[in-house]
C-alpha cells in the first residue's frame, strides 16, 4: 500500500543543522521528492532524488535514501530563519501517475 | 517568467452554489492535478490530466469536476454536491513522462459563506 509517514514538528537554532524525517511505504517508489511550504502559499520544489540513488547534496540542502529501511531524510545545513516553513516528503510510485505526499514536518527556527 | 497561475487567491462559496478554480500554466507540460489540503494535513489528489481532453479522478473526486480543453488551462469546479468544500486547493503541473517533478501553483483558500 502507500503510505508517506513525517514526524510533525521540528524546533532548532539559527546556524544549526535541522534533519527532517520521511518513511514510506511503498517498494515501487521510483523517485522521491522534498518540497517546502511557507504560511498561504504553493509548494516549493526544494529537491529530488531518483530511487536508485543513496545521497543528493545541492548547497545546503543533503537528501539521503535508505531504500532498504524505505527511509528519506532532508537535511539543512546553517539553518536560517527564513527555512521556517512546513516541509512535505512526496513519493512517485510506478504506476500511479500523482504523487504521494506525508502529512508536513513544521520546521521552526529560533533566533 | 513560466509558472502557474491560480486564481482567485481566495473564494468564497454560498450554500447550493458551484464555483469554478482556474488553474493556468505557460511551462507547456502535459499534465495538470488538482489536490485538496486540509490544515495539519498532506495534500489528496482530486482529479488529474495527462493530456488535452482526457482526465482522470484522484483520491477524493466526489463533489467535484474539471475540464481540459486547452492544455494550459485545467479548472476545477466545486459542485453544490461537495459538503465540506472549505480547504486549500493547490494545482500542479509536470511533464508527462517519468518522475518529473510537480511545480505547484500559490493556491486557492475556498471559504463557505
Known amino acids: 500500500g502507500e503510505d508517506v509517514e513525517q514526524s510533525l514538528f521540528l524546533s532548532v537554532r539559527e546556524g544549526d543543522s535541522s534533519v527532517i524525517n520521511c518513511t514510506y511505504t511503498d517498494s515501487s517508489s521510483t523517485y522521491l521528492y522534498w518540497y517546502k511550504q511557507e504560511p498561504g502559499a504553493g509548494l516549493q520544489l526544494l529537491t529530488y532524488?531518483?530511487?536508485?540513488?543513496d545521497m543528493k547534496q545541492d548547497q545546503r540542502l543533503t537528501v539521503l535514501l535508505n531504500k532498504k529501511d524505505k527511509h528519506l531524510s532532508l537535511r539543512i545545513a546553517d539553518t536560517q530563519t527564513g527555512d521556517s516553513a512546513i516541509y512535505f516528503c512526496a513519493e512517485k510510485v510506478t504506476g500511479r501517475r500523482a504523487l504521494t505526499f506525508g502529512s508536513g514536518t513544521r520546521l521552526q527556527v529560533q533566533p | 517568467d513560466g509558472g502557474i497561475t491560480q486564481s482567485p487567491k481566495y473564494l468564497f462559496r454560498k450554500e447550493g452554489q458551484n464555483v469554478t478554480l482556474s488553474c493556468e500554466q505557460n511551462?507547456?507540460?502535459?499534465?495538470m492535478y488538482w489536490y485538496r489540503q486540509d490544515p495539519g494535513q498532506g495534500l489528496r489528489l482530486i482529479y488529474y490530466?495527462?493530456?488535452?481532453?482526457?482526465?482522470q479522478k484522484g483520491d477524493i473526486a466526489e463533489g467535484y469536476s474539471v475540464s481540459r480543453e486547452k492544455k494550459e488551462s485545467f479548472p476545477l469546479t466545486v459542485t453544490s454536491a461537495q459538503k465540506n468544500p472549505t480547504a486549500f486547493y493547490l494545482c500542479a503541473s509536470s511533464m508527462a513522462t517519468g518522475g518529473q517533478p510537480q511545480h505547484f501553483g500559490d493556491g486557492t483558500r475556498l471559504s463557505i459563506l
Open positions: 532524488i531518483f530511487s536508485n540513488m
Open positions: 511551462l507547456n507540460h502535459d499534465a
Open positions: 490530466s495527462q493530456i488535452v481532453n482526457d482526465f
